[in-house]
C-alpha cells in the first residue's frame, strides 16, 4: 500500500476471497476497501469495508474506515 501497488491489493485480495476461508477474514476486505479507496472507488470501498464489519463488529479498522470514507465531502 505505501509504494502505491494498489491494483495489486485489489488482485491479492480477489486471491484470497476466492477460497472458503479467505473469505472469513475480516483483514482481506480491510485491505480491499484501503486500495478501492486509493483507486477512488468509494461505494466498492464501502462495500468492502462494511463486509469487513459483518464478519466481525468490533473490528474497528474497518470501523474507522468506513466513518472516514462516509464522512468525506
Known amino acids: 500500500m505505501k509504494v502505491g ?4 491489493m ?14 472469513n477474514v ?9 486500495a478501492l479507496a486509493l483507486l477512488g472507488d468509494g461505494p466498492g470501498a464501502v462495500d468492502a469495508y462494511e463486509q469487513a464489519l459483518r464478519l466481525n463488529e468490533n473490528f474497528y479498522p474497518a470501523q474507522w474506515a468506513l ?3 462516509v464522512s468525506s465531502p
Do not use: K, M, P
Not at 501497488?5 to 495489486?8: G, I, K, S, V
Not at 485489489?10 to 473469505?23: H, K, N, S, Y
Open 10 to 23: 485489489i488482485d491479492l485480495a480477489g486471491a484470497v476471497l476466492e477460497t472458503q476461508g479467505g473469505r
Open 67 to 69: 466513518d472516514a470514507i
Open 5 to 8: 501497488r494498489y491494483q495489486e
Open 26 to 34: 475480516e483483514e482481506t476486505y480491510l485491505y480491499q476497501g484501503h
